[in-house]
């Protein structure tokens, strides 16, 4: 008996698999067709070929009209669930300083985040989320990793963390859970005060981690340690807390210092290091040796003027993976990985074809999901979408435009 299948998708002109071959890196298959049946892919290949070992005659099917068919983006990085917006802050910005700014009364950067963010309902971050996330899916993302960070006290932490939860489970974009209690000091905490930040920090590995797990919330510890917020020692107290508990590590580092937290990421050694504008050479030998992925944040960089963006070419010299993540915040509003992937390449040096495998293969690597998502081959989840491109270089070459004319999560059509 044939196999039974629930979808096909056929007439593609050219099917962008994320699984390399000697020729080439992204396994393009052209005049393609993709079979799928119970939320996975059964079968890739010419249709004629398929035709031979499956029943399609009574499946559902997408006529691809010639279009590109890729995997759904995997969003690696991003604080998806906060409260209020920045965006007075930031257009101030384009012109005058942040002393200026907050002389004019106007709250900046994470602190007022965590004040609007404590401010909000658990509901009003939910809906907020929910529709953040419903525009992401529009733009090709089928996987997104959201932090908490924006609460850093037990109350709001937690109600970023049941939001996530709830996002889970209510719309169709698969939600990944993070835990960031250390992503800032609490404002009533002086972190200049070694009693205070000290007694944070026991608070952090003493009773938020423990609750946390205990309660399924999260899946990675993370914490931010650079210049100004979590030193070296502290931040490795913080993720060792975590694994001890059953998360993973990953740690946003060198961001605006070198402070010795990629050697920390290496010796761990973490999933992920995030941020690296400052990592040295022999670091990021370190972390390629180590296997941690570096999650780099063209947008970010774009948002903040960076005055020394990453260096995506010397890591990938170095033997590294990357991963591309939008850094969804208050301070970088970015919904789109088509755009960080435009930034990517126009800004970083990346080729159009490691931007892709790092928007998918490198960033389900930083979830501990390569085995089943960021690449189109048998088995894996039907997590697909398809571009209403001529040609797959129009994906950088159209700039601001949204390629996505369907897209499909777990084997069904929910975009388009």
């Keep these: 008996m044939k196999p039974k ?29 993709l079979v799928i049946g119970s939320g996975l892919i059964m079968a890739i290949g010419k249709l004629s070929d398929l035709k031979k070992t499956m029943d399609l005659s009574l499946v559902e099917q997408i006529d691809a009209k010639k279009k590109i068919v890729a995997p759904g983006f995997v969003d690696c990085h991003t604080h998806l669930t906060f409260g209020g917006s920045r965006g007075k802050e930031f257009a101030l910005k384009m012109t005058k300083s942040i002393d200026k700014i907050e002389s004019m ?62 996002l889970s489970t209510t719309q169709p974009v698969e939600v990944v859970s993070t835990f ?17 930040r000290e007694g944070y920090v026991q608070f952090l590995i003493k009773d938020m981690i423990p609750r946390v797990a205990k309660k399924e919330l999260a899946e990675f510890c993370d914490v931010y340690c650079d ?28 961001a605006y210092d070198n402070i010795g937290g990629s050697t ?22 370190r972390l390629a040796a180590s296997g941690v992925i570096g999650v780099v944040l063209p947008a970010l960089d774009f948002a903040v003027a960076h005055p020394d963006p990453f260096k995506a070419r010397k890591m990938l010299d170095a033997g590294m993976t990357l991963a591309l993540g939008t850094n969804l915040n208050p301070g970088n509003w970015t919904e789109s990985m088509q755009f ?38 048998v088995g894996y989840q039907a997590d697909i979408q398809i571009w209403d491109l001529k040609c797959f270089e129009d994906l950088i070459y159209r700039l601001a435009n949204n390629a996505v004319w369907k897209v499909i999560k777990k084997g069904q059509i929910v975009i388009g």
């Design 264 to 285: 920390l990421a290496a010796d761990l050694p973490c999933i992920s290091a995030d941020h690296l504008n400052y990592t040295t050479m022999p670091e990021m030998s």
């Design 180 to 196: 960031l209690g250390a992503h800032d000091f609490p404002p009533e905490v002086d972190r200049n005060n070694k009693s205070q």
């Design 105 to 166: 009364g106007i709250a900046t950067g994470i602190p007022a985040s965590i004040q609007m963010t404590r401010e909000e309902s658990e509901e009003a971050l939910y809906f907020s989320a929910m529709d953040r996330l419903g525009r992401m899916l529009k733009h090709g993302t089928t996987t997104v990793e959201s932090k908490s960070g924006y609460g850093i006290n037990l109350k709001d932490e937690l109600k970023q963390l049941y939001v996530n939860r709830r």
């Design 5 to 33: 299948a629930d979808l096909l998708i056929h007439n593609i002109s050219e099917v962008i698999t994320c699984v390399p071959n000697e020729s080439d890196p992204l396994g393009r298959i052209t005049d393609g067709a």
């Design 340 to 377: 960080v992937m435009q930034l990517a390449c126009r800004n970083h040096g990346m080729s159009l074809e490691e931007a892709m495998l790092a928007a998918t293969v490198g960033a389900a690597k930083a979830l501990k999901r390569e085995h089943i998502i960021g690449r189109l081959c």
């Design 227 to 254: 210049k100004g917020y979590y030193t070296q020692k502290e931040a490795e107290l913080i993720l060792k807390t975590g694994i001890d508990y059953g998360l993973d590590a990953k740690i946003h580092t060198d």
